[in-house]
């Protein structure tokens, strides 16, 4: 069976967002987890826990799973996970990226319907919507101006994620305008 060109795009922009991260990550002397996350009521090790077990639900997903076993174990995992050390979280989330990334590499066929916490999608539709989760929880982690500005000047996977999600949204918001972006 033909891999779709959808798949081959979004995995090709997500697999670059998640060489972007881990690179981040990695280059980091004083990752604090402790440390608030911009996203309100979790840390920085909520949120790298999040990352890891989002790619594994994606694995469970491509393995014909629900994401999750229900949205409290979800919940359960995230908070037992965040008060790890620094080089554990960034292990863990580079751990589950090889094996998301091996598990698209093995998918031959992506007409099949995945069930999500907020119900079925497409197969189809899900390296997309890791891609969204790594780029926006990037910005959740909130690692500093100095790494956000490195990460704005990568390959600019934020802006290619943008330019494939907003069309999409188009469709279900009309009128919604596309942002400028500054290079």
């Known amino acids: 069976m033909t891999v779709p060109a959808s798949i081959v795009r979004d995995t090709g922009g997500c697999r670059e967002s998640h060489a972007n991260l881990v690179a981040t990550l990695s280059g980091l002397d004083n990752l604090d987890p402790t440390r608030p996350s911009r996203l309100p009521g979790w840390s920085v090790g909520h949120v790298l826990t999040h990352l890891a077990r989002n790619a594994d639900s994606h694995v469970d997903m491509l393995d014909g799973r629900p994401q999750y076993p229900s949205l409290e174990r979800r919940n359960t995992d ?89 069309p999409a949204l188009r469709e279900e918001k009309p009128g919604l305008r596309e942002p400028q972006y500054r290079d």
């Not at 995230?78 to 094996?99: C, H, N, W």
């Not at 079925?120 to 959740?140: K, N």
């Open 78 to 166: 995230i908070d037992t996970g965040a008060s790890r050390d620094a080089d554990t979280l960034i292990d863990d989330v580079a751990t589950s990226i090889t094996r998301l990334e091996a598990a698209w590499d093995a998918c031959s066929d992506w007409d099949f319907t995945a069930t999500t916490l907020s119900g079925t999608r497409p197969g189809v539709s899900l390296p997309l919507l890791r891609w969204r989760e790594v780029e926006v929880h990037r910005v959740d982690l909130g690692l500093g101006d100095a790494q956000l500005r490195a990460a704005a000047a990568e390959p600019l996977t934020f802006k290619k994620f943008f330019s494939r999600e907003l």
